[in-house]
């Protein structure tokens, strides 16, 4: 009796190992990383070396070249029920000093929104860049946790540059899964 027992518990714990075995190798293959590099059409990065913080101040136009994504939506960290609106007089004020960045939004000539965000609380500096670390749990249809981080940096011809990163770790449909990748956006300044 003790030994059919014994085989059977044994016989359990391998179906355990080859359960978690085949879990680690679906999450090891259910991964994709897409990055995708600074588009040579672009006006080239500004320099960073030796550069702590650079000054990303201006006013921009608050939808990207290729109009994905809104500077307002990122820089207010807005939810997908509160997006900004597609208005082509929107655009975004960015003032800075040596210990804040401020953003304020506006439609036409009437501000909208404005947040200040605190060095080293909010915000670092790294590489030359202002590095915004962004994290959330995923709520709709998965279960799960998206990080990443929003770099900004200034080209030569003045736009914003944003450097998107995330990756994030999760199960859809009771399937594991790890994703992640790159993006650049271009925001031009905004002229009246």
């Given at each position: 009796m003790k030994v059919q027992a014994t085989r059977s518990r044994n016989r359990e714990l391998?179906?355990?190992?080859h359960a978690f075995l085949a879990l680690a190798v679906l999450t090891a293959s259910g991964g994709c990383f897409v990055n995708k590099p600074y588009p040579p059409e672009w006006s080239p990065l500004v320099s960073t070396k030796g550069m702590s913080c650079p000054d990303i101040s201006g006013d921009f136009k608050d939808r990207d070249v290729s109009d994905k994504i809104s500077l307002s939506d990122?820089?207010?960290?807005?939810?997908?029920?509160?997006?900004?609106s597609n208005s082509p007089n929107a655009h975004v004020a960015i003032s800075q000093t040596s210990t804040s960045v401020n953003v304020t939004t506006y439609i036409g000539d009437a501000p909208s929104e404005s947040k200040m965000y605190l060095f080293d609380k909010d915000f670092q500096c790294d590489d030359g860049r202002i590095v915004f670390k962004?994290?959330?749990?995923?709520e709709e249809n998965a279960v799960g946790y998206e990080w990443g981080s929003n770099a900004f940096q200034k080209s030569?011809?003045?736009?914003?540059?944003?450097?998107?990163?995330?990756?994030?770790?999760?199960?859809?449909?009771?399937i594991p899964a790890v994703v992640g990748g790159s993006d650049y956006y271009c925001f031009e300044q905004y002229s009246r």
């Open positions: 391998r179906r355990a190992g990122v820089l207010l960290r807005r939810s997908s029920d509160k997006r900004s962004t994290g959330r749990s995923l030569e011809d003045g736009s914003l540059i944003l450097h998107e990163k995330s990756s994030t770790i999760g199960m859809l449909l009771l």
